[in-house]
């Protein structure tokens, strides 16, 4: 298996674990508001537990493709003693056993929870579950800072990356669910939903938008960096479908969340625009791979 074997690797381990990483935050805070309709909280449990099983096993592949692109002896070098060894101890040992942290206790909070709402009673497991989550987020959020070019960036600069991708991320990670929530709520109570994520929306759109230009202040060092290094065109186009997606989200709030109150068919064409929406966000998780992957800062 040749370098560029092994990059092509690296590219979709690191696609996999954004899809599932997006799963597990989007869908477990979905969960939690979610009304009582049991066929969706059925749906988002099983899309959780997909998520957090097939992200924790993306993120133990990442790293045995690393350590067999570092020994380039095949195979069998994934398993390289020496290799394994140096790059455990690295800052990419400390990004996966991090990530593998946060999906266990992804997959603690889901079985947690599950128990609460069988037992309204048992606030033990409701504590457990809340605790179990943000833990998860946490150290998702703390791996970010270990790999990467975030890593040689101040402290500030690194909370805005937490930040930054916790969001987009849980953004993300909430399409899915909403859109099988147009066809199994009706119409009332998927207005009361809508309204709730719109809502929470307001308030991380304005976060996304400060911590973006945290970032691309501390990114790039002029505008001609911006416009005219790889990066920079790279970066450009995520911001814009980014862009795109905002104008999609304030399309849902001003005018098709309304009319489903008012029109029956409008569930729909919410879920047609839901649709929509999520193939822009897998482009944008894919120019996310190619921006941390394949190019860089310091190819500006």
Known sequence: MDISSWIIATSISKLVFYFCLAGVIGGGSLYCVTLSNRKLKESIAKYII???????????????????????SGLTGM??????SVLWSSGLGDAVASRAIGFIAILIAAVAYHRHLKDKRNS??????????ALSLMAFGFSFTKIGHT???????????????????????MLWPLYKACSLLANRDLHTLMFRFGKSASYAVFALLAFGIVLAFSLFDSLEQVFFSAYGQVFLMKTALVSGLLLIAANHKLRLVPALLKEPAANRKLANSIQFEILIGVLVLTITTILTTYVGPTHA
Do not use: C, P, R
């Open 50 to 72: 997909v998520a957090a099983v097939v992200g924790f096993m993306a993120n133990v592949s990442s790293f045995y493709i690393q350590v067999g692109a570092i020994s380039e």
């Open 79 to 84: 398993f390289d003693g020496m290799f394994v």
């Open 124 to 133: 033990t497991a409701q504590m457990v579950a809340i605790f179990t989550y």
């Open 151 to 173: 890593v040689e960036l101040s402290l500030l600069t690194k909370i805005a990356v937490i930040y930054h991708v916790i969001l987009v991320l849980w953004w993300m990670g």
